[in-house]
């Protein structure tokens, strides 16, 4: 195989080249003919606005984190499209018309400051939650600037905690201290801040008053890393500082801090874990043998965290997952342990009491939909909040304690007539004979017709059925079939669903998806030329492999923000973070494997291949613009029509603000129907 890595190899590296003119002509070039043959008909401007008006609507649901008395949103509607941060009470919140208390209006910040600042999150400071560590970018990249903010005067902390554009890390200790990983310069060792995947490789402890020049070095890392960071868990009576050492993305080395001295937490490298209190709480990704009993993947084992600490490996099972049961989340309130599990991608949820760890009643939970927790108070209360929805069933909001049970007191309104649409599952016989599951969603009078399936396919992401207003409207209501597939690489049925599609295993994900797709068509749902598929990342990079690899299965493919060089991926942005994923292609090893599916490597002449749509951002700092970039002109090389369309911000999920979303939406759902929809 051609090496890639080399100007000679390849002429289009120059399309890496993110902001330099030339490239930035090229994609004006590339927009143009797309924007004017996509964006010209009746049916266009009907799906953008019915699609800015679903992400515009005042009767959607305002979610909420409560931060002591208050409830904490950020708000996005037509008035102020780049949105307002707020706050309310209880009481208020569960009227008709909260009063919302206004912290910061980005839209006016962006006015005042002429800065395209997209907001990118707040961290408070506990206990009393009067400040704030405000991220904010520059169209919506993953960099971002940090800024002090004083929540009751509503001003900025001058000669507060303060960082220029980068993707820094921060986090507080106290009113006076903060962890923090940023450019530090060149470090001792002689290299730089950052790890080559371009996250922190150095934490330190930064005391107000003080410049960042003067902070303390708590650790330092490997370039080789992918990130190091710390945080200080509050919780009055069980304080502890915590650091952690993501040698790759699945694998991390995770310490205490007590005084001056790092002690392991000796539990598996890939597994997930917390400290709550005195309870350690471990999730293995891998069998894990603890007292000479070996534990699955998936498992949910809670220890004494001291007694751990000092050697003690006595541990209770919370959770053992069996073939069709995976366990998906768990969260604390003051007495109670929520378990959220999926069975053949069902939610259940189940409440343990703890300390006993025996099962207890968690009332009020909505049965056949998606439910999931989105927020808790363990420190001082059982109150927990949910959310609710299915393919057909608008989100819901569930409030109440998890002891006594949850109501719905927020749901949000119906964006297209669903009373004659149903979801089915079935499960599709992948080319190694495991069974993959994926729901087939459509109104009761298509029998057979234009289809589009979306798939995934990575880090152990598990798609699970929720409500999809925009889908619902632009494609189910309009006659369109929607699939939703549930492929290995996923977390539907665990780790292991996930650990077996890695690296070498990488060509069960397609082959997972390319079974789907014969499936839709053996069961009379579609024929391949009205099937099309649709997916963005790594399920962009799902889309160029269906493209180069399995061509004959569709009639178009919507590919966004994908990967599409994976003997270059490595070497772009954050790219070098994803070789646990994938592979290192500088090895010949794991090149060979990699070889055999990387869309760029892969174009050729004289191929029919479906329609493609193919868009990124320009303002993507995790996955490179110029994959999109590079396979189109690829493809034009080689004789091939593609549209393509680059959004100038927008960031990984690239769009801004809900204008920008509205218009990409709109832009895929009629490029589908004239592909398709005939």
């Known amino acids: ?51 800015l008006a679903i992400l515009d609507t005042d009767d ?44 910061i209006d980005v839209d006016a910040l962006r006015e005042a400051e002429n800065e395209n600042w997209v907001w990118a999150g707040a961290s408070m400071l506990r206990p009393d939650y009067d400040r704030a560590l405000i991220s904010l970018s520059r169209g919506g990249a993953d960099a971002s600037v940090v800024r002090e903010f004083d929540v009751p005067s509503r001003t900025w902390v001058d000669g507060g905690f303060a960082l220029p554009e980068n993707k ?75 650091v952690y050492r993501a040698t790759d993305f699945y694998n991390t080395d995770n310490y205490e801090l007590t005084g001056d001295e790092l002690v392991a937490i000796d539990i598996p490298s890939d597994a997930a874990y917390s400290v709550h209190l005195d309870y350690l709480i471990v999730s293995p990704k891998t069998p894990w043998t603890v007292e000479g009993v070996e534990h699955a ?32 989340d768990y969260a604390f309130t003051k007495s109670r342990l929520v378990l959220t599990t999926l069975h053949d991608v069902a939610t259940r949820l189940e409440a343990l009491a703890i300390g006993t760890w025996e099962p207890a009643e968690l009332a009020g939970v909505p049965e056949l ?63 190694d004979g495991t069974a993959v599951p994926y729901f087939v969603v459509k109104r009761d009078d298509v029998e057979t017709g234009p289809t589009l399936l979306y798939g995934y396919g990575g880090f152990e992401n598990s798609l699970t059925p929720g409500y999809m207003g925009v889908t619902g409207t632009n494609w189910i209501a309009r006659g369109g079939v929607f699939v939703y597939a549930n492929i290995r690489g996923g977390g539907e049925y665990g780790p292991s669903w996930h650990t077996q599609a890695v690296k070498a295993g990488r060509h069960l994900v397609y082959e997972d998806f390319a079974a789907i797709a014969r499936d839709l068509v053996a069961r009379g749902l579609t024929t391949a030329p009205q099937l099309a598929a649709r997916g963005g990342s790594n399920g962009g990079l799902l889309m160029g492999v269906m493209a180069t690899s399995y061509p004959e299965l569709f009639g178009a493919l919507v590919c966004q923000v994908p990967l599409i060089d994976m003997r270059r991926y490595h070497l772009l942005l954050a790219g070098a973070s994803w070789m646990a994923e994938y592979g290192d292609p500088d090895d010949p090893a794991e090149w060979e494997f990699i070889s055999q599916y990387s869309p760029y490597q892969l174009v050729r002449e004289g191929v029919a291949y479906p329609e493609l749509l193919v868009t990124t951002s320009t303002r993507d700092d995790r996955v490179h613009p110029g994959h999109a970039r590079k396979f189109t002109a690829r493809l034009e090389e080689t004789g091939h029509s593609v549209r393509y369309y680059e959004n100038i911000e927008g960031g990984h999920g690239g769009a801004a603000d809900n204008k920008q979303s509205a218009f990409k939406e709109a832009l895929a759902y009629e490029f589908l129907w004239r592909t398709i929809g005939g």
Do not use: C
């Open 297 to 328: 993947p998936g498992s949910l084992l809670v220890f004494d965290y001291p007694a751990f600490q000092s050697g003690d490996r006595t541990h209770r099972v919370l959770f053992a997952p069996d073939e069709h049961t995976s366990l998906q």
């Open 60 to 103: 959607r649901i305002p979610y909420v984190r409560r931060r002591r008395e208050f409830l904490y949103n950020f708000w996005r509607d037509a008035q102020h499209p780049y949105g307002l941060w707020r706050r309310t009470t209880l009481e208020s919140y569960r009227t008709d018309s909260p009063e919302w208390d206004v912290l």
């Open 369 to 431: 939909a998606t439910v999931g927790v989105l927020d808790v108070d363990p420190e001082h209360s059982d109150e927990i909040w949910l959310s609710s929805s299915a393919f057909t069933q608008a989100p819901s909001l569930l409030y109440g304690d998890a002891t006594t049970g949850v109501e719905v007191i927020r749901s949000s309104p119906e964006h297209f007539d669903a009373s004659n649409v149903g979801a089915q599952q079935f499960f599709a016989t992948s080319d």
């Open 168 to 242: 820094s890390n921060i986090g507080w200790i106290d009113r006076d201290t903060v962890y923090v990983g940023t450019e530090f310069g060149q470090q001792p060792d002689g290299d730089s801040s950052w790890t080559s995947s371009g996250y922190p490789r150095v934490v330190k402890r930064w005391t107000r008053g003080t410049d960042l020049s003067q902070a303390q070095t708590v650790f330092t890392g490997s370039v080789d890393d992918v990130a190091i960071g710390a945080a200080f868990d509050p919780t009055p009576g069980y304080q502890r500082h915590l």
């Open 1 to 51: 195989m051609t090496d890639a890595n080399t100007t000679a190899a390849d002429p289009y590296l120059w399309l890496e080249e993110v902001d330099s003119d030339r490239a930035l002509d090229w994609v004006r070039a590339h927009n143009a003919p797309t924007v004017d043959e996509l964006t010209g008909s009746d049916r266009f401007e009907q799906m953008r606005a019915d699609t």
